[in-house]
Structure formats: C-alpha cells, structure tokens
C-alpha cells in the first residue's frame, strides 16, 4: 500500500474514532468515506457490522463506483450508504471525503420545518454553504441519486430531512470539522429553542461574509488547524486507530 492511502486511512480512522467520541455515532448505521489518492475513483467506507470506536486503519472497505470491493474483505458495505456516499462521490471531484451522521440533535433540527435557524456563530459557518434534502425513505436505489446530487449542489452542507446530517470536503479533516460546526449549530438551536422565549436572530449582512471570516480564522487552514491536537487526543485516548 503506498504512503498516501495509508495516511488516508488513517486520517480515515481517526475520523470514525472521533465521531464515536463526539457521541454522534448510531450504532454501525452510518457511514464515513474516503477517496483512495490516485487516478482511479475508488473511495474507503466503513465495514458493516463494525462499531466506529473499533474501527482501524486497516479496517475500511475499499470500493468501486459501482460497489465492487476492489479488495478482499470479510465484511460487506452498508448499501444505503453506498447508494448516499457513491452519487456524491462520483458527482463532485472535490468530494474526498463525506461524512454522514444520524445524531440525535441533527435528527432533530431536520425534522423541523424552517431547518437551521441563523441564531448561533456555528449556523453562520453552516448556512453559508447549506443544501437540504426530503426524506425519500431508506436509501437504497439509485433512483435518488440524481436528486441527492442536485439537493447538495456545490455546498458543504446538507440536511437530510427526518433523517441526519452530511457534510463534504476536500479532506477529511474538513469534513469533520464541518460536522462539528453543524450539530453545535443544531444543539444550540435545540436549546434556544426549549427556552421558549423569542429569539434574535443574526442580520443577512453578517451571514454574508461568514466564509470570508471562517478562512480568517482558521488562518486558511480549515479543519487541519484543530486536527494534529485531535489526533493527539485519540493518541493518548487509543492510538489503535493507527493500525
């Protein structure tokens, strides 16, 4: 296996050890993927039947387009996550990773009708590149493929409605920073909300310029300023991750 996969999967690994972490996981029913680096589109995802906390970076299933392992695996791929991860995956050339969850609080605000509201500095992050989704039922055709694609546009969000949250990046640890910013968003939302008294709201003039603010300060780097020290944490929790 050459230097950059394996990066990627550990990169990969860690991610899936993070979510468990961060209490978004639902069981072994969501699913984390990754484009392998080189010319062929082949992407890593999760082993069903695995729990995200025991994932390695040896575990992950490496597929086709089509679903084909282009591996020897035991394990098979979840084929509603295949169906979500391989439209996005084959639609966006800047999809290296997408990140899917079914957290509680996402759940939740994707169920409501007016979706993310611009109440915290977390949904500004998120409403700047947000795209939503109707609830078609489980995913498990490529009718819904093209819809899916068309829903998330060129965003970085997308909320799933009655169903969860995914967000996609260039890398991985973008993407899960992205997930970060949209279930605080989705949290504190919860909460405003549970308060029961009128909320205010943030002007159109500052959403408006919440890219050019979340690149000033992450000094450019996006979610690969926070990663090193999260990698240090699982370090020092499991470095199982790495193997």
Not at 69 to 76: G, I, N, T
Not at 188 to 207: C, F, K, N, T
Not at 223 to 233: M, V
Request: charged fraction near 20%.
């Amino acid at each position: 296996m050459n230097p950059a996969e394996w990066e990627q999967r550990v990169n990969l690994a860690a991610c899936y050890r993070l979510v468990a972490m961060y209490g978004w996981a639902d069981l072994i029913f969501t699913h984390i993927s990754a484009r392998v680096p080189g010319p062929e589109h082949h992407f890593l995802i999760n082993p069903y039947g695995m729990l995200f906390d025991e994932i390695t970076a040896s575990s992950p299933v490496k597929i086709d387009l089509r679903g084909a392992k282009v591996e020897e695996s035991p394990y098979d791929v979840n084929p509603a996550g295949f169906t979500i991860h391989s439209a996005i995956h084959a639609a966006r050339e800047d999809a290296q990773c997408v990140l899917h969850v079914h957290s509680r609080n996402g759940v939740a605000v994707s169920a409501q009708k007016e979706g993310v509201l611009p109440i915290s500095q977390q949904s500004m992050f998120v409403l700047a590149s947000l795209g939503y989704h109707d609830y078609e039922g489980v995913a498990l055709t490529d009718d819904e493929k093209p819809r899916l694609v068309h829903d998330l546009g060129d965003n970085n969000f997308l909320m799933l409605r009655n169903h969860g949250l995914l967000t996609v990046a260039e890398t991985i640890p973008d993407a899960f920073l992205f997930m970060y910013l949209f279930e605080a968003a989705c949290t504190i939302q919860l909460r405003a909300l549970s308060g029961g008294g009128e909320l205010h709201q943030i002007s159109s003039d500052v959403l408006d310029g919440a890219t050019q603010q979340a690149r000033a300060v992450t000094r450019g780097a996006g979610g690969a300023l926070a990663w090193p020290a999260l990698l240090r944490k699982l370090d020092r929790r499991d470095p199982s991750y790495r193997e």
